[in-house]
């Protein structure tokens, strides 16, 4: 099970941390990703991250913003969000995948995924 938290209202140019806490199997070895899907849009890939965060891979509109982090002793990913934009405004879902290598922007490879976060980020 995985469980996201961190969402709520910034205003643009602030910064949010999300986490997702994994619970009910080791996802320590997995690939970890987020995702986010704006209202009237299709679900996107924000960023992924390898087991032993080796490999980490970023959507190109996220990059030198957005940080994935991860801390395998608690479970435990992170999502560290700088610069916001409204355009960041989505429920972000975080991920895992119990086959994949390294992280891929591709959401089929993903088949654990929590309940989502809401960040609002106003103009």
């Known amino acids: 099970q995985l469980q996201a938290s961190g969402g709520g209202l910034v205003q643009a140019g602030g910064s949010l941390r999300l986490s997702c806490a994994a619970s009910?199997?080791?996802?320590?070895?997995?690939?970890m990703g987020w995702f986010r899907q704006a209202p009237g849009k299709e679900r996107e890939f924000v960023a992924g991250?390898?087991?032993?965060?080796?490999?980490?891979s970023y959507a190109d509109s996220v990059k030198g913003r957005f940080t994935i982090s991860r801390d395998n002793a608690k479970n435990t990913v992170y999502l560290q969000m700088n610069s916001l934009k409204p355009d960041d405004t989505a429920v972000y879902y975080c991920?895992?995948?119990?086959?994949?290598?390294?992280?891929?922007?591709?959401?089929?490879?993903?088949?654990?995924w929590g309940q989502g976060t809401l960040v609002t980020v106003s103009s």
């Open positions: 991920a895992c995948s119990t086959y994949l290598g390294v992280p891929t922007t591709r959401a089929l490879p993903y088949d654990y």
């Open positions: 009910g199997g080791t996802f320590s070895r997995y690939v």
């Open positions: 991250i390898s087991w032993r965060s080796l490999s980490t």
